[in-house]
């Protein structure tokens, strides 16, 4: 046995001597070339990705410390071994070999020879082939020209090829001026040359470096501790050398080499390898994209943003993409996640057929309408618009929040997510789980129906897959930018593989089709082209106005999605001052997009519908009053500012305080217990009714309790923590009560809230150890909303854009209240509150207290009552009193 394992070993070098030997060392390395991605028809060109940086240097040039730190991070036995390591190619071999792990541990010699000579592709012939030029290229050169070889091929990012291009590119300085702990950063490039760059991951940068600078101190080359007590040089943020595709072709290239570097392929033979990449993109479509979303932006304000992708249902080839115009490199617009707003409402109807529930099924679209998980806040239709039997499509046409919240609370929110899920959106956006309320809102880590109104935040991508396996008949084909790859020398090195999954049944898919071609038929059709689609728009605070807008559809063979909105969220709008939703420029790109893209050629009808389900699945059963039952009949139901009564207003100030005293006095004498306070800041007037009467102020007393922490951390000079931030969004945006108990602790309690409520001017408030049993007045609540706004107020200026912001949140879901003295074109900051007592048979404590603003208005309005016997006769009294308050002193 012995004889034989001797003969087996002596033969086995033998051969592996004749297979060096057999390999011959190329003559010249082989010079880095760009690469060139086309258009999916093979030889029109998108774009060029290439070396655009390089310039060789001697070894000399290289600073000791430098050369030092690059042996530490890759090659500490470099100058010991003769090109290969043996225990490091045998592990690596066996990886590949028992698990094809593609794992690596090569030399410097190996990463040289493989730079120089050799593909990137993880293979064992390819391994062998690299071990055995190392050798003989060790043999060839000196260990020192080899590391001069080395140091002038590697690619570190940024565009830069070579250390002298990299120095330039992080540094803004030659190599020869590089100290060892700035040769240490660009060491930890090698890696991975994207995720090393410090403006990319500066953490993963910071840990490697540090490691590598350990790696130093161990071998003698730095003082010990170097790690901890060296800070970290300064770099670049970004490379001034380093040339970059602009326009929106540059965040396509960005996407195609992503997804290159997710299938093997590394960011160096990207960039300098000589790839022929052929891309799913359409230059017709693609031309098409650019196009009307340029005509659409010409001369608008520069703040909107746009993205715009569009998919091949059948394939998942992405046919069209727009993220910006900024380039490569710049943020993706169509990778940010944002509220898909109403265009999620398909998948609320999708997911309801699937549990046998047709979407000619009546359902109760009265406007507003209270639901279980929103916490008592009413629910009210855009322009509140009343469908009291309305047929599921006529309410996707009309876009009604009603009929569509209470059927994802009838199928369960989770069943929209899973669908969702199934559809094309992701689990997670980084860390955090998609379609769920986050920290601070009414329900963290769960799904509520508000997933109906598209409250949840999806990127415009994948919003495109779902809508694109809509249009493929419910199956989905994974979204991707490349068909193929290959190289001059190596032939294919990448071909994606379409693997179809069936995730909704076909019938479902033509029935949404069916239901969004009558929105065309609404909104306007293609010409030419049949297509379906659903626009939705994303409110901006209490405002008319939309923070977001869409238009998500799809006609045979090609879906798309187009969003407009800002970088940050805010109100979008047109340069001739118009608020712009989904209907308005979002919709009108669309048409345009598809009309371009089917430029010459037909475009096939779609489906028709196949009426899955059955249609007596309503929930009529839930209409209350004396309302039309006529089938589809859409009403225009009360709107902002009807229940005031402008008319009333006329005479001097004191004649309409004494009139609307009369008024109040009468309404308090039927057995309504309630007071009210009002302050206008433009005027100066002031009226109260019964505006010392105390009241016990149910949630009201939160905002207090805000402005209560904002004055202590005020006083320790600091802002609020991330987690009292998130705490005091919970407290005031989702009303919660265990949140609000908290900062009542942190603030000190009754003594703490009364000290901060003596330096507001609050001296009618009385604390009392549970919070919400504490007194206050109608005066005492606007005095607090003057405190948010006066310029004398101990509030800071950020402390008071905080309040009134989340303030103007509550407005945005519970439009109720004080609002109800509000017309269009106002805003309304403000805090509503209720309990009932079961001391007090039930009755209902119902408050409300905010500020209303616009143009000509800057008011602050309190509204306390008691003894109601429903939430619902509460809410009414309140918003008559602020109506009636308004009706007769005109403000």
């Not at 090569?106 to 082939?129: C, D, G, P």
């Not at 495109?464 to 001059?488: D, W």
Request: hydrophobic share 40%; with cysteine; net charge neutral.
């Amino acid at each position: 046995m012995l004889a034989a394992v001797i003969v087996v070993q002596l033969a086995l070098g033998v051969a592996a001597c004749g297979y060096v030997v057999s390999v011959d060392v190329p003559p010249d390395p082989v010079p880095p070339q760009a690469s060139v991605l086309y258009y999916r028809d093979g030889h029109t060109v998108l774009a060029r990705i290439g070396l655009t940086d390089r310039t060789d240097v001697t070894l000399d040039k290289v600073p000791v410390g430098v050369r030092q730190a690059f042996i530490a991070a890759e090659d500490r036995g470099f100058y010991e071994h003769y090109g290969v390591s043996v225990r490091g190619l045998s592990r690596a071999l066996w990886s590949n070999v028992v698990s094809d792990s593609g794992q690596g541990a090569s030399t410097i010699t190996q990463q040289y020879v493989r730079n120089a000579y050799l593909t990137q592709e993880r293979t064992v012939s390819r391994k062998a082939k690299e071990a055995a030029l190392a050798l003989k290229v060790e043999h060839r050169f000196t260990k020192d020209e080899i590391l001069e070889r080395y140091l002038n091929t590697i690619y570190f990012g940024r565009g830069a090829y070579g250390i002298e291009a990299a120095a330039h590119a992080f540094f803004g300085t030659s190599v020869a001026q590089l100290t060892a702990f700035q040769g240490a950063v660009l060491a930890a490039m090698v890696k991975d040359p994207t995720r090393g760059d410090p403006a990319v991951d500066p953490t993963w940068t910071l840990d490697r470096w540090k490691w590598i600078l350990r790696a130093m101190s161990e071998a003698g080359w730095l003082p010990d501790g170097a790690a901890d007590q060296t800070p970290y040089p300064a770099v670049a943020k970004e490379s001034v050398t380093a040339a970059t595709i602009g326009g929106p072709i540059g965040l396509i290239t960005d996407r195609v080499e992503e997804e290159l570097v997710a299938a093997g392929i590394t960011r160096q033979q990207i960039r300098t390898g000589g790839l022929s990449i052929t891309t799913t993109l359409d230059a017709t479509a693609q031309q098409a994209a650019t196009g009307s979303i340029a005509k659409a932006l010409n001369g608008q304000p520069e703040v909107l943003r746009t993205a715009l992708v569009a998919i091949d249902p059948r394939d998942g080839g992405v046919r069209a993409y727009y993220g910006g115009d900024r380039g490569r490199g710049f943020y993706d617009d169509a990778l940010a996640a944002r509220p898909p707003a109403s265009t999620f409402k398909p998948l609320v109807l999708a997911a309801a057929e699937e549990r046998g529930i047709a979407y000619q099924s009546y359902y109760n679209g009265t406007s507003p309408r209270v639901f279980s998980d929103r916490g008592g806040v009413p629910l009210y239709n855009q322009d509140n618009l009343q469908c009291p039997v309305c047929p599921l499509d006529t309410a996707m046409v009309h876009s009604l929040n009603t009929p569509f919240y209470a059927l994802a609370e009838k199928i369960g929110p989770n069943r929209v997510r899973d669908l969702a899920l199934r559809l094309g959106v992701p689990e997670r956006y980084g860390d955090q789980v998609t379609m769920v309320d986050l920290k601070g809102e009414l329900s963290p880590g769960r799904t509520r129906a508000d997933i109906a109104l598209g409250r949840y935040a999806v990127a415009p991508a994948d919003l495109a897959s779902v809508y694109a396996t809509l249009a493929g008949g419910g199956t989905r084909t994974n979204r991707h930018f490349v068909v193929s790859v290959t190289a001059a020398e190596s032939g294919v090195l990448h071909r994606y593989q379409v693997k179809p999954v069936r995730v909704l049944d076909a019938g479902v898919a033509a029935d949404m089709g069916a239901v969004l071609s009558q929105v065309v038929d609404e909104e306007g059709r293609v010409p030419g082209v049949a297509a379906a689609a659903k626009t939705g728009s994303q409110q901006y605070g209490d405002t008319n106005d939309s923070s977001d807008a869409w238009t998500a559809g799809w006609a045979s063979g090609l879906a798309a999605v187009i969003w407009v909105g800002r970088d940050k969220p805010g109100p979008i709008r047109t340069k001739d001052g118009k608020a712009i939703n989904g209907d308005g420029m979002p919709y009108e790109i669309f048409q345009k997009f598809l009309t371009g893209a089917f430029a010459g050629r037909p475009a096939g009808d779609l489906p028709p519908a196949s009426h899955v389900g059955r249609q007596d699945m309503g929930d009529l059963e839930t209409l209350e009053g004396d309302v039309s039952m006529a089938p589809g009949q859409i009403i225009r139901g009360p709107q902002k500012g009807d229940q005031v009564d402008r008319s009333l207003a006329f005479g001097t100030w004191s004649e309409r305080v004494s009139r609307l005293t009369d008024v109040l006095q009468k309404y308090a004498s039927s057995g309504t217990d309630f007071s009210v306070s009002f302050v206008d800041r433009k005027t100066g007037h002031r009226y109260d009714y019964q505006g010392d009467r105390e009241f016990e102020t149910a949630s009201v007393v939160k905002v207090e309790l805000l402005a209560a922490l904002l004055l202590q951390a005020q006083d320790e000079g600091r802002g609020l923590t991330t987690a009292e931030q998130k705490s005091v969004r919970k407290m005031i945006v989702a009303s919660d009560n265990d949140a609000a108990v908290k900062v009542y602790a942190k603030i000190g309690g009754v003594d703490g809230l009364r000290q901060k409520l003596e330096r507001l001017g609050l001296h009618d408030t009385d604390p009392d150890p549970q919070f919400g049993l504490t007194t206050t007045t109608a005066k005492d609540q606007t005095r607090m909303v003057s405190a948010l706004t006066a310029a004398g107020s101990p509030l800071n200026e950020d402390s008071k854009a905080l309040i009134l912001q989340l303030m103007s949140s509550v407005n945005a879901d519970q439009t109720w209240g004080v609002s109800a003295a509000s017309f269009e074109g106002e805003q309304t900051a403000q805090k509503n509150g209720w309990v009932s007592r079961a001391a007090e048979e039930g009755r209902w404590i119902v408050n409300s207290t905010g500020r209303i603003s616009g143009e000509k208005t800057d008011v602050a309005l309190s509204v306390l009552s008691h003894g109601h016997k429903t939430q619902q006769e509460g809410i009414k009294v309140v918003e008559h009193i602020s109506a009636l308050t308004r009706s007769y002193l005109g403000w």
